[in-house]
DNA sequence: AAATGTGCCAACCGCGACACG
DNA sequence: ACGTGTCGCGGTTGGCACATT
């Protein structure tokens, strides 16, 4: 017997999601929270399979992916996390808050992978590509991994002494790094030490984040909104950043997303009004 | 202006892991 | 221990946008 398909392939739809589809699917989210993923799409009434909901859900429009391309800090930490982890997007997202591991991975295979292949480095080992072929080769690779930029202890990549990393202020991509994120890259990187237990605990068996993160559910993140709007603290999932995407996305309606059902009561409901009139009338 | 090439990213597919009866 | 259902992961692809010829 053939293993069953995910879902029912008659009526289920397929390809790009429309922003009607998606403005169910976030309202179902944010009404019921996360359950079930195959009884989303009866749910919620979307012509979907569960897997391409959780799929859109978790890499488009959860409220606290952070959008546009990687920093250079989030990069130098991927190739990092590569190194020692392998292709485990799952994993390396999992320490990169507000990154999905299908980011991290289209990144990898468009921009970080050519990158290193520049610069000399194999990007499946991070050892340097013509190791074998000329050892006179090999200073000059080396020197590339200096500009990789990984403390002496932590990465299979880094060849070069403590004292040749800390008068190397060279980074990753050199031209447009300014001394201030070097600093806040190693200081990242720095992070990581294979001799620590505790942290090579933590790459075995735990995805704490490495930066920070909050990823609640969404409508425990709604509180923060409201508490947001009167003290002006930027720190929760649901961020100003994350509430203008929001609001910008798809052209939504704001109440098309029954966010009414979030509040507790009728002031709740009041200040994050007031909130949604204030940024549309930027 | 049209044709072709290239890069990028959202979404799909198939498999393995895990939970549960 | 086994079968079945569900979920999550990683590899791959389709198609759009932009660049180049």
Redesign the pocket.
């Given at each position: 017997?053939g293993?069953?398909p995910?879902c029912d392939k008659l009526g289920v739809?397929?390809?790009?999601?429309t922003a009607e589809e998606d403005k169910k699917l976030i309202n179902f989210i944010l009404t019921n929270g996360q359950c079930?993923?195959?009884a989303v799409p009866k749910l919620a009434g979307l012509r979907?399979c569960?897997?391409?909901c959780?799929?859109?859900w978790t890499?488009?429009l959860r409220p606290d992916l952070k959008r546009g391309?990687l920093s250079e800090a989030e990069e130098k930490l991927v190739i990092d996390l590569h190194a020692r982890l392998g292709?485990?997007?799952?994993?390396i997202a999992a320490r990169l808050p507000g990154r999905t591991?299908?980011?991290i991975?289209?990144?990898w295979?468009?921009?970080i992978k050519?990158k290193l292949l520049k610069m000399g480095i194999d990007p499946i080992t991070h050892e340097p590509l013509n190791k074998e072929e000329n050892p006179a080769d090999q200073n000059k690779n080396n020197d590339h991994q200096l500009e990789v930029v990984v403390p002496e202890s932590t990465s299979v990549t880094a060849a070069a002494t403590s004292s040749e990393l800390e008068n190397s202020s060279t980074s990753f991509s050199s031209a447009s790094s300014s001394e201030n994120s070097y600093n806040e890259s190693k200081l990242v990187l720095d992070t990581f030490n294979e001799n620590d237990p505790l942290l090579n605990n933590l790459l075995e068996s735990d995805d704490t984040p490495l930066i920070d993160s909050s990823w609640e559910l969404p409508i425990k993140s709604f509180d923060n909104i409201i508490n947001n709007s009167n003290s002006h603290k930027t720190s929760s999932s649901w961020d100003d950043e994350s509430f203008n995407w929001l609001l910008d996305c798809q052209d939504f309606e704001i109440h098309d997303f029954g966010f009414d059902n979030c509040f507790n009561n009728d002031v709740e409901l009041e200040v994050f009004n007031t909130k949604y009139d204030m940024e549309n009338k930027k």
């Amino acid at each position: 017997m053939g293993r069953q398909p995910c879902c029912d392939k008659l009526g289920v739809k397929k390809g790009p999601w429309t922003a009607e589809e998606d403005k169910k699917l976030i309202n179902f989210i944010l009404t019921n929270g996360q359950c079930c993923w195959r009884a989303v799409p009866k749910l919620a009434g979307l012509r979907r399979c569960g897997k391409s909901c959780r799929l859109r859900w978790t890499n488009y429009l959860r409220p606290d992916l952070k959008r546009g391309l990687l920093s250079e800090a989030e990069e130098k930490l991927v190739i990092d996390l590569h190194a020692r982890l392998g292709n485990r997007w799952s994993k390396i997202a999992a320490r990169l808050p507000g990154r999905t591991d299908n980011e991290i991975k289209n990144h990898w295979n468009t921009h970080i992978k050519k990158k290193l292949l520049k610069m000399g480095i194999d990007p499946i080992t991070h050892e340097p590509l013509n190791k074998e072929e000329n050892p006179a080769d090999q200073n000059k690779n080396n020197d590339h991994q200096l500009e990789v930029v990984v403390p002496e202890s932590t990465s299979v990549t880094a060849a070069a002494t403590s004292s040749e990393l800390e008068n190397s202020s060279t980074s990753f991509s050199s031209a447009s790094s300014s001394e201030n994120s070097y600093n806040e890259s190693k200081l990242v990187l720095d992070t990581f030490n294979e001799n620590d237990p505790l942290l090579n605990n933590l790459l075995e068996s735990d995805d704490t984040p490495l930066i920070d993160s909050s990823w609640e559910l969404p409508i425990k993140s709604f509180d923060n909104i409201i508490n947001n709007s009167n003290s002006h603290k930027t720190s929760s999932s649901w961020d100003d950043e994350s509430f203008n995407w929001l609001l910008d996305c798809q052209d939504f309606e704001i109440h098309d997303f029954g966010f009414d059902n979030c509040f507790n009561n009728d002031v709740e409901l009041e200040v994050f009004n007031t909130k949604y009139d204030m940024e549309n009338k930027k």
